[in-house]
């Protein structure tokens, strides 16, 4: 089992930036790594994800100021947004992923995008 946790969250203002991080308690190398986001009153959403072979793939809305990498030898994965939107603020989830039995969520990190 892998035990993740995030941080990095807070307050920024509108076209500012933070990096996300997500510490597992094991190695992360065989696992697809996601940041998935909920909105209130929204369903949680894929926002990037990076395979074990760094292929990526990231929600439209977000493509260009956000970028996702990993480091397996420190068995981290990062989440770095760059000109936020307040339509960005949620609670930022760090998600690993081998099989439905493999699987683990982290505890979730406040992102909030308001001036």
């Known amino acids: 089992q892998v035990q993740l946790v995030e941080s990095g969250g807070g307050l920024v203002q509108p076209g500012g930036s933070l990096r996300l991080s997500c510490a597992a308690s094991?190695?992360?190398?065989?696992?697809?790594m996601g940041w998935y986001r909920q909105a209130p009153g929204k369903q949680r959403e894929l926002v990037a994800s990076?395979?074990?072979?760094?292929?990526?793939n990231y929600l439209d809305s977000v493509k260009g100021r956000f970028t996702i990498s990993r480091d397996n030898a420190k068995n981290t994965v990062y989440l770095q947004m760059n000109s936020l939107k307040p339509e960005d603020t949620a609670v930022y989830y760090c998600?690993?992923?081998?099989?439905?039995?493999?699987?683990?969520w982290g505890q979730g990190t406040q992102v909030t995008v308001s001036s």
């Open positions: 998600n690993a992923y081998y099989r439905s039995t493999m699987a683990y």
């Open positions: 094991g190695s992360i190398s065989i696992y697809v």
């Open positions: 990076i395979t074990s072979d760094t292929r990526t």
